[in-house]
Nanobody
Framework: QVQLDESGGGLVQPGGSLRLSCVAS????????MSWYRQAPGKERELVAL????????TYADSVKGRFTISRDNAENTVYLQMTSLKPEDTAVYYC??????????????WGQGTQVTVSS
């Protein structure tokens, strides 16, 4: 079955760094655009970063540009989110998302269970 297993969250001080990982299984990873979303308490889920199926294009929320980097390893079925210069407002549950990009998988959409990131001193 389809699985997206996130890891790497935790508690970090302001200014610190974390790297999130999302390992995918149960589908053809290279056919999917991958994204990281986050949801803070009382707020809607928001897109943080996206990377296309072959990694040619990346996009970021304005709030994380220059601080976060999304990347993927199609040989390892893994997408990463490197987060630096973390701020308290980055505190949220971070979710991995897979969205079918190639025509054959268009419309398919999968979510991970989320990993908590807390930025606090």
């Amino acid at each position: 079955q389809v699985q997206l297993d996130e890891s790497g969250g935790g508690l970090v001080q302001p200014g610190g760094s974390l790297r999130l990982s999302c390992v995918a299984s149960g589908f053809t990873f290279s056919m999917y655009g991958m994204s990281w979303y986050r949801q803070a308490p009382g707020k809607e889920r928001e897109l943080v970063a996206l990377i296309t199926s072959v990694g040619a294009i990346t996009t970021y929320a304005d709030s994380v540009k220059g601080r976060f980097t999304i990347s993927r390893d199609n040989a390892e079925n893994t997408v990463y989110l490197q987060m630096t210069s973390l701020k308290p407002e980055d505190t949220a549950v971070y979710y991995c998302n897979a969205r079918g990009e190639r025509i054959i998988v268009r419309g398919q959409n999968y979510w991970g269970q989320g990993t908590q990131v807390t930025v606090s001193s």
